[in-house]
């Protein structure tokens, strides 16, 4: 059994900044990729980050320079800081993570509200 904790949104003013974190807990063998995804209302889910298994990141056109994703293996957490923020970031943001032996787990979401 694998769990995904999200925590870190809320409600920011435009130009602000917040750091959402992830945490995988259970029976963990191997993590591949981890990646931050987001929906706001009436929208498709889109990516916004990626990190892979070597560290490779991987950015939305609309996040690059402002969004930093990261993460931490022994504590098997992915981070993502999020500056410079914009109205139009306002959505729902979710953690995925892809581990080498259970496949693909999504966290529970947490609402990030940008306020102009």
């Known amino acids: 059994q694998v769990q995904l904790v999200e925590s870190g949104g809320g409600l920011v003013q435009a130009g602000g900044s917040l750091r959402l974190s992830c945490a995988a807990s259970?029976?963990?063998?191997?993590?591949?990729?981890m990646g931050w995804y987001r929906q706001a209302p009436g929208m498709q889910r889109e990516l916004v980050a990626s990190?892979?298994?070597?560290?490779?990141?991987n950015y939305a056109d609309s996040v690059k320079g402002r969004f930093t994703i990261s993460r931490d293996r022994r504590r098997n957490t992915v981070y993502l800081q999020m500056d410079s923020l914009k109205p139009e970031d306002t959505a729902v943001y979710y953690c995925?993570?892809?581990?080498?032996?259970?496949?693909?787990?999504w966290g529970q979401g947490t609402q990030v509200t940008v306020s102009s």
């Open positions: 995925q993570v892809n581990f080498r032996l259970l496949g693909s787990h």
């Open positions: 990190i892979s298994r070597g560290d490779n990141t």
């Open positions: 259970g029976t963990i063998f191997s993590i591949n990729s």
